[in-house]
């Protein structure tokens, strides 16, 4: 399922996000993994991504210092209804970290209430571009952007189960959001452009298209 509504103009949630406080539980030279933990008194929610690994490069280290660093968020304890499945076509992709990074949200424990739970994600954070999409034009050469591990990125959302619903716009640059159906294109995100909806899905996918880095917002239900 997909769907568009307007951009958000002035009303970005912005203001309601944080800074999260991530460490670095891995690096194997191929992945380097960062686990954010998340208390709002009413659950305990975590927040895993996994990147390609900057290995001993001290540039690459400072580009993805960045890309941790700069990732606002706010978590949302919500009570889940039976909903509708992804289709059988939702299969999730083989996950390459060299060129993508996978962001992954997860309730840990729920302190109030009865379920079944889930996590209403809200995040803003910047996917490098594909230079090898140019608008139809020659591929330009590779180069570094600051904030960037690759010039070529996705980033890629799962849930322990499904993505509900996801609503993904641009604040900067442009890009694409879509899930893992193979019959459902990708959807254009630009600034000030519409709100793209997607799910239920198995996977949410945001993609760089414009030569600078792209900056989004996703909110989405996680089960």
């Known amino acids: 399922m997909t769907d568009q509504q307007s951009g958000p103009g002035t009303g970005e949630p912005a203001a309601d996000l944080q800074p999260l406080a991530f460490l670095e539980t891995r690096d194997d030279g191929t992945a380097a993994v960062f686990l954010a933990r998340i208390d709002d008194g009413d659950a305990l929610y975590t927040l895993t991504v996994t990147t390609p690994s900057p290995r001993e490069d001290p540039q690459q280290k400072e580009r993805l210092r960045t890309f941790i660093d700069t990732m606002r968020a706010k978590f949302t304890l919500i009570t889940l209804d039976s909903g509708p499945e992804p289709t059988g076509g939702d ?133």
């Not at 060299?98 to 840990?108: H, N, Q």
């Not at 090898?132 to 591929?139: I, K, L, Q, V």
């Not at 990125?153 to 442009?174: L, N, P, Q």
């Open 91 to 223: 299969k999730p992709e083989p996950f390459d970290v060299s060129l993508g990074t996978l962001i992954e949200p997860a309730l840990v424990t729920a302190r109030t209430g009865t379920g079944p739970f889930g996590v209403m994600m809200t995040v803003l954070t910047t996917v490098e571009p594909d230079l090898t999409e140019t608008d139809g034009g020659p591929a330009q050469p590779e180069v570094n952007f600051v904030g960037s591990v690759s010039p070529r990125h996705d980033h890629y959302y799962k849930a322990r189960d499904r993505v509900d619903s996801a609503t993904v716009w641009a604040v900067g640059g442009s890009g694409t959001a879509r899930t893992a159906q193979p019959t459902v294109p990708p959807l254009p995100i630009t600034v000030g452009g519409p709100q793209q909806n997607l799910g239920p899905a198995k996977w949410l996918i945001v993609h760089g298209t414009s030569l600078r880095t792209c900056t989004y917002y996703v909110n989405g239900r996680f089960k």
